[in-house]
């Protein structure tokens, strides 16, 4: 499992696999589809920061989907979640201004500080909680591709892998938080039950 941090990195890596790919002989190629095989199903692991209140909600809601659903849901159960509906959509309407625009109005994320003109995470460990997010490497591949296409069109304002999950998470927890959420256990109960 990797912790990705750096913009772009899984494009980057599978760009180069390409121009790799296309250069040897037969062992090389068949050394590369294997490779290539094993780095398809690699984890990569995402972090980001929640208020701890956001947290606290996020992890009672998870408490009373696993008592009404006799499931164990976790706050990894609600980022898979929201996760996989992101990519739903994503790929149900592939129009990169919608999503744009989706993404910056739920942006609920913590503030970030500017110090020497860059931006820099607010991080107090009382206020703060950072959440770790594995995910799987073709997705994470798939998503990060889209918001390169997304942020050539706004350059302004970009967003990455981690940032999507920030905000849906954060979102979501909002939207529970002042009601916009109604019957949303029961919701989440159903469609783990779907699958």
Do not use: W
């Amino acid at each position: 499992m990797e912790e990705h941090s750096k913009e772009y990195e899984l494009i980057q890596e599978e760009l180069k696999d390409f121009i790799y790919s296309k250069k040897g002989g037969l062992r090389e190629r068949i050394y590369d589809s294997m490779y290539r095989m094993f780095i398809a199903n690699r984890a990569i692991k995402y972090s980001f920061l929640v208020p701890s209140s956001d947290y606290l909600r996020a992890e009672l809601l998870c408490e009373d989907i696993s008592i009404e659903s006799g499931y164990n849901f976790t706050h990894t159960d609600l980022l898979n979640l929201l996760f996989r509906d992101f990519l739903i959509n994503m790929r149900r309407i592939p129009d990169h201004h919608k999503i744009h625009s989706e993404l910056a109005a739920r942006d609920q994320r913590p503030p970030l500080i500017c110090k020497n003109g860059q931006e820099q995470k607010v991080h107090y460990s009382k206020e703060f909680i950072e959440i770790e997010f594995v995910v799987n490497r073709r997705d994470a591949l798939r998503v990060e591709v889209f918001l390169a296409d997304v942020n050539e069109l706004y350059p302004d304002t970009p967003f990455m892998v981690p940032d999507v999950i920030q905000i849906l998470y954060c979102d979501f927890i909002k939207a529970y938080r002042t009601g916009g959420m109604k019957d949303v256990v029961n919701r989440i109960i159903s469609h783990l039950e779907e699958e």
